[in-house]
């Protein structure tokens, strides 16, 4: 897969339909709106207002728009992510990039340069959000990129969000705050999607830039900074250089902040300020903002975490042992709802998945997890609705443990600082495969197909050789429990009898 740059990427986003391009020019005030207008698709905003970047929003936010980037079918994005996650490549570092053909220093860094402007009614600032951190380890001198929010403060300066504790990043503000010292960071501002997917996996004693690499299938390019040693991938577009200020710690007011569970999170959390010290981006830049929260939460940039956790979850049953066929997090559910389709062969099966589904993955979701065999489209909802109303006993099918990892910014966490938790639940919507269970009950019954009219020399059976026949095909294979298939369905008996006049078009049945 290829480094992609952002105006390649752009051209094949709406090349296959997923980018509505805007030509009028547009105030900022403005921006909010267009992107809630625009659920289903990225929106391009040629040219806002006072600003000499063109704005990008919604550009990973629908399933088919991850499967472009994988080379894979909507349906399959976990698995897809499951091949290449844990393939490896060394970066190759390069002398300069186009992002290096703007660069801002001194008194010439101003963040108002980017259009700006509150997103959410109760927004506590201006955001800079569609961002990649990169970070290094003082001791292992690890690469870590992770996604995080600004909120502007000043020309230079904002806070920085990263209050959870399980997080690379933080781990290495951590380390400089003991030794006194202030950790520089590098911020890449927007990103192809696939760029984007890799960001989320970061593994203890590994280097993200080669995790990077694996995604792509060659070494990441990347591009060391002008006032730091940190690199960054060559196919940035924007570059925020400069240092979160870890000596004074987590002491300012951060948010509150539209999230993307549609509500505003939980309390007023206190985080690190960053000061800027150099931009640097190529000429004509994409200024790229993440969509997040309001009337569609499900539908956002923030579905990112959909196929990341559709991954964990189908590698997790797969290592298991369990026949995984299918894991899906609907759009609806805010990456808290996730469905497996499965083939249960066992009868402990369907629980152990959903024991697996609501602890393996390191997101903190799903906070609800539902099994289903495998007759059940997991992607469609009236089917998943069907098996939730005739196949789930709440007695004996609901799988609660207690105590499980939750985001701070669930609003049932009641606050903004880690750790959190609360109780999950699991929903098992399959047949049972134990005691004295009639599961012909249990199958979904579907109209007959045409088998096609009989053949010119196709004998009509009368009553006495009709009785006779059914008496010998039933004794050599009992009806009772049997799953009919369209081919015994269309047997020269089933033929006999329907043309016979017993089921004759047009006879009563």
Known sequence: MPQQDMTSFVEELEAIG?????????????????????????????KVVDSEFMFLAGAYSTREQYAHALKCDPRDLGKAISRVNLKREKPARVETAPCKEVVLKGKDVDLTKFPLFLYHNYDGHAFIQDTNVVSRDLETGLTNWGIYRFMYRSRNETNIDMRNDSHNARIHAKKYQKAGKDMPVSVVIGGPTLDKIASMYSFEGEDDWDILGGFYGHPARVVK?????????????????????????WLYDEGPYGEYTGTYGSGLPKNCRFVVDCITHRKNAIYQYATIGGLHPG?????????????????????????????????GGSHNIVYARMKVVGGGDAKQALG???????????????????????????????????????????????????????????????????????????????????????????????????????????????????????????????????????????????YSGIFAPGSAA
């Not at 547009?26 to 267009?34: Q, S």
């Not at 577009?237 to 710690?249: A, C, K, N, P, Y």
């Open 18 to 46: 997923q980018l509505t391009r805007i030509k009028e020019p547009k105030r900022v005030d403005e921006l909010p709106a267009l992107m809630e207008a625009s659920p289903s698709k990225a929106i391009l905003v040629e």
């Open 225 to 249: 900074c002008e006032t730091n040693d940190l690199t960054v991938p060559a196919n940035a577009e924007i570059v925020l250089e400069g240092r979160m200020m870890t000596s004074e710690g």
């Open 356 to 498: 697996l589904m609501l602890t393996c993955s390191r997101q903190w979701f799903p906070k609800l997890a539902y099994v289903f065999d495998e007759d059940i489209d997991i992607f469609d909802d009236d089917q998943v609705k069907w098996a939730m109303a005739w196949r789930y006993n709440p007695q004996v099918d609901t799988v609660i443990i207690p105590d499980l990892n939750i985001l701070p910014l669930d609003p049932l966490a009641q606050t903004n600082h880690p750790p959190v938790h609360t109780p999950k639940a699991g929903f098992d919507c399959t047949i049972p495969v134990v005691g004295d269970i009639d599961r012909v009950s249990f199958m979904k019954c579907s109209v007959t197909a045409p088998f096609g009219a009989p053949a010119a020399d196709t004998k009509v059976l009368q009553e006495p050789e009709l009785e006779r026949a059914m008496e010998a095909y039933i004794k050599s294979s009992p009806g009772h429990g049997r799953t009919f298939s369209r081919s015994s369905m269309a047997s020269p008996i089933r033929t006999s009898i329907v």
């Open 299 to 331: 539908r956002t940039d923030l579905m990112i975490f959909n196929p990341t956790i559709e991954s964990d979850i189908y590698s997790a049953m797969k290592l298991a042992g369990l026949r995984v066929l299918d894991v899906h997090a609907p759009y």
